[in-house]
């Protein structure tokens, strides 16, 4: 009987020494992006870029160990907010990172800010109201405003000397503010400009119509994964990739060329960050990242890999003190970490003040499709709304 | 005047997957007087079952001729476990049981396939354009849509309207107990519309699958346009359905096509693009009013 208590005891006392050391204990880092339905693998290429991030870091931040909660937004605004909710109030976290999608983070951007008064760092979504009117001291960006990458590739086609354009875009807040963005530096003529059902509207054979008789110098759109893989394709099944060359911004990278092959080969886009940049830590990360997974990783991944880098550098900064949320957001500021992109600076509205490049659509060594960086098409960019935000 | 062309059949083709999908919804409709929401279900196992088929055996037409038999089994195997219950059953109960159904397909597909959805190329013999008038090229997989979808038509036509089961199946839909006290086996004849419907939903998704992306719940948003075109076109009425899917596949393609343009006479071009949808939407739903208020029964449905 004594012996069977000890036992009992024992087994107690063991179990509790193996409980994880508390909430209190680790950095806990919510992840909230797309994990079901077709758009799926964008999720997957985020949340193996944070495991990446995390290994790299050797699994601990500040001595304590990284504790990650990701959370399926199935592509759902009113989803990502409830698991936005509970990632801050029952999961505690201290960081929400993640969002791919503008309208999902919009819909969760005051439940996290402003009721949890929890820290939220965009790895993709860039709404322009975030930027500027509802510009928010627990909102920092690793990716960009979303007119941003657009208005790169307008200042490249204007170099480029494409006479008229015709842009497609979804419609929805994304989708308006990039196709602003290119309206906003594109100087040739606009032949037209149509905005499609989204997310349920794969079928462009409207548009693309449409486009077959405006006779554009080119066509500019914004169609993440699965749309733009529908994009592409079916441009090549309309015959329009013969007479009219298309340009394109989040719709052509590493997680939709599998599926669009060779129709996409040298077709030009914009972006902040392009798997060749020369920097040592983005070498290390892309080796890294074939080497486990056999594919490229996208920009998707790398500022999600960024996100989980700017906290760490905050954290370390306070020796894993996070208790204090105004020196948390004031380490944070200083953006002082290695970014996959080089380094950056953030703008008075915390985003960040950063290049752009032109990639083009080539096959590597191995014959596998991937992007390169071709030209440099903005330096120090800052967004076109920082001066309609309250922080200064 | 090519551009026209063009986009009318635009409008046809989609008209004719989404005819495909209604067929089978106004058959079990009219016939067993089943409202079936886990229709839109159907579409989407058609399509997840090509997938498996055509990257099983590397050629889509393989894949899909194995897909349909194979959506034709889970249809009739669906009958005869489930759906045979709910006949006696009145409305509410079926809308509730057959949306039990779709959350049952959903989970049963992300288990099976899982989460991420898949994609299905178009076949490479379709994959340029072909010259439906010299100079006027038009995208080959679609040309191929319209040729199928509407050689389906016919042969449901001929189907209906000349053999022995068509017979019964307009009988079952104007007075399904007269059959049944006629001593026709109307659980085999229940059955095998359910398993035809199954067919035509499934052949409708694997079709839709290359433009447009194999996911779960791909079947739920076009079901509600489904129901939509048997109520204009009168329920049970294969005649009517394929008249509505027409009339609706029209004005969805000149909802994007032409309102945008008549549009930006008047509004900045962004309000009027992102209007000119959300008009045709609203216009679809404005026919079947007015239908209902016409004709309570739809175009083509049957006088009580």
Known sequence: ?392 | MDYLLIQVLNGVQLGLLMFLLAAGLTLTFGIMDLVNLAHGSLYMVGAYLAWTFITWTDSFVLGALLALPATFVVGVLLEMTVVRRLYARDHLDQVLATFGLILFFNDLVRLVWGPAGKSIAVPSFLSHTVQILPGVPYPAYRFALIVVGSLVALLLAWLVARTRMGMLIRAGASNRRMIAALGVNIELLFSLVFGLGAVFAGLAGLMAAPIASVKIGMGDDILILAFVIIVIGGIGSIKGAFVAAMIVGQIDIVGRAFLPELLKAFLPPASASAAAPAISQVLIYVLMAAVLVWRPTGLFGQRT
Not at chain 1, 138 to 154: I, L, R
Not at chain 1, 231 to 255: C, E, H
Not at chain 1, 318 to 330: C, T
Request: include cysteine; charge should be positive.
């Open chain 1, 1 to 392: 009987m004594t012996a069977k208590l000890f036992g009992s005891a024992t087994i107690a006392l063991a179990a509790l020494a193996l409980q994880p050391a508390g909430a209190q204990q680790s950095v806990k880092i919510g992840f909230v992006s797309t994990f079901s339905g077709p758009q799926a693998a964008i999720g997957e290429d985020m949340r193996r870029s944070v495991e990446l991030a995390k290994e790299h870091l050797g699994g601990k931040i500040a001595g304590k160990p990284i504790e990650i909660v990701y959370e399926d937004d199935q592509f759902k605004p009113d989803v990502g907010k409830a698991r936005s909710e509970k990632l801050v109030q029952q999961d505690k976290v201290s960081f929400v990172a993640g969002y791919i999608w503008s309208n999902v983070l919009l819909a969760s951007l005051k439940t996290v800010t402003d009721e949890g008064d929890t820290i939220l760092i965009s790895a993709n979504a860039g709404p322009s109201q975030i930027a500027g009117e509802l510009c928010n001291k627990n909102y920092f960006s690793t990716s960009w405003q979303n007119d941003q990458t657009p208005m790169a590739m307008g200042d490249y086609l204007n170099t480029k000397g494409v006479k008229s354009l015709y842009v497609v875009g979804p419609n929805y807040a994304a989708g308006k503010d990039m196709l602003a963005g290119v309206k906003r530096t594109y100087k040739g003529k606009l032949l037209g400009e149509d905005y499609t059902k989204w997310p349920d509207q794969l079928d462009f054979s409207a548009e693309l119509t449409k486009i077959a008789q405006a006779k554009p110098d080119g066509i500019f759109i914004f169609y993440p994964g699965a749309h733009g893989v529908q994009f592409v394709k079916q441009w090549v099944q309309a015959g329009l990739n013969k007479t009219v060359p298309l340009y394109q911004v989040f719709s052509i990278d590493a997680i939709t060329l599998p599926q669009q092959g060779e129709a996409a080969l040298g077709t030009l886009g914009a972006q902040e960050w392009v798997n060749d940049l020369p920097n040592e830590q983005n070498k290390r990360y892309v080796a890294d990242f074939k080497k486990k997974h056999n594919v490229y990783p996208s920009y998707y991944g790398a500022q999600s890999y960024d996100a989980i880098m700017l906290i760490a550098s905050a954290a370390e900064a306070l020796k894993g003190d996070l208790s204090n949320k105004d020196k948390v957001r004031a380490e944070l500021k200083k953006a002082n970490f290695k970014s996959l992109r080089g380094d950056f600076k953030f703008n008075t509205n915390q985003f960040p003040i950063q290049n752009f490049y032109i990639q083009e659509t080539v096959k590597d060594a191995a014959g596998m499709m991937t992007v390169k960086t071709i030209a440099t098409a903005v330096k120090d960019g800052k967004d076109a709304y920082y001066d309609k935000c309250s922080m200064k």
